[in-house]
């Protein structure tokens, strides 16, 4: 990424503060680096926490940008959008990475041909550990997709997807997804602790069998079909466990939670985007 390009962040909560933070540590000056929001406190305590110049006006801040990161809330993106209308150029590239609200509407809002990528970031960003899918509009040129790669590289993996569509499979998977393993970890502790387990102690191993299980699937060269074969004596205990989660259909389980949050997720894109 070069260093000359200025990158403009809209909202200044914890999502853009995961990026803002990835980009400094990545070497991206903090002169090339700008933020608005509504709240001024917490625009003080950004300022103070990075040395940043700041706005209230978004578009003050988008006329000093080559890059606008869009990081509200879905429900004020229409207004912040029309706010911007007249102040973008026509290289400007938008990111947004305001859940659930489509490129077509992020467009039309902002007046018509504009270049927007969309993103699904999820919240192990604010960890450097995140993964983000995101997706182009017929806008974006090769040199801006490079640029958004980097952008959120900087908080962890970035994948691109061909169709918008599959943004919403990227939600169901990864965007929610942290909130599936943080429900297996609370399971696991609370029968641990009805097994005769201190709570601590339960929660510890949880937690640690958790990370440890996804480091491993991560640097491993096995698929994590044969990892979990690799730790399945035959007639033993995890052959026990696994025998009762299949018993009770527990790959379904897992499907139909996904297919609801996909179904939600494509049911939001079409309220926010006919809420004007």
């Not at 994590?224 to 035959?234: D, F, I, K, M, Q």
């Not at 466990?241 to 049911?267: L, N, P």
Request: aromatic share 6%; charged share 20%.
């Amino acid at each position: 990424m070069k260093n000359s390009t200025t990158i403009g962040f809209i909202g200044a909560g914890n999502m853009a503060y995961a990026i803002i933070t990835g980009l400094i540590n990545n070497g991206i000056s903090t002169e090339k680096i700008k933020i608005s929001d509504t709240n001024e406190s917490i625009l003080s305590l950004r300022k103070s926490e990075f040395n940043l110049e700041v706005f209230m006006d978004n578009v003050e801040l988008a006329t000093r940008c080559d890059v606008i990161i869009l990081a509200v809330k879905p429900q004020v993106l229409s207004l912040v959008c029309r706010q911007l209308k007249d102040a973008l150029n026509t290289n400007t590239l938008i990111i947004s990475i305001a859940a659930g609200v489509r490129t077509h509407d992020i467009d039309r809002w902002l007046g018509g041909n504009k270049a927007i990528v969309r993103t699904m970031p999820n919240t192990p960003a604010l960890l450097n550990q995140g993964v983000t899918g995101l997706f182009a509009n017929e806008f974006v040129s090769e040199t801006q997709k490079s640029l958004a790669t980097d952008i959120l590289k900087s908080v962890g993996t970035s994948l691109w997807v061909e169709e918008e569509t599959m943004l919403d499979a990227v939600t169901a998977l990864s965007g929610s997804g942290p909130a599936y393993f943080f429900l297996m970890i609370e399971s696991m502790a609370k029968a641990g602790v009805a097994l005769g387990l201190d709570e601590k102690i339960a929660q510890q191993l949880s937690v640690q069998t958790a990370l440890g299980a996804g480091m491993m699937a991560n640097i491993s060269k096995d698929s994590v079909r044969e990892l979990r074969a690799n730790v399945t004596s035959p007639n033993g205990t995890t052959q026990a466990a696994i025998e009762s989660f299949q018993d009770q259909g527990f790959e379904t389980m897992v499907s139909h939670a996904m297919r609801a949050a996909y179904d939600r997720a494509a049911e939001l894109a079409i309220e926010l985007g006919d809420s004007d």
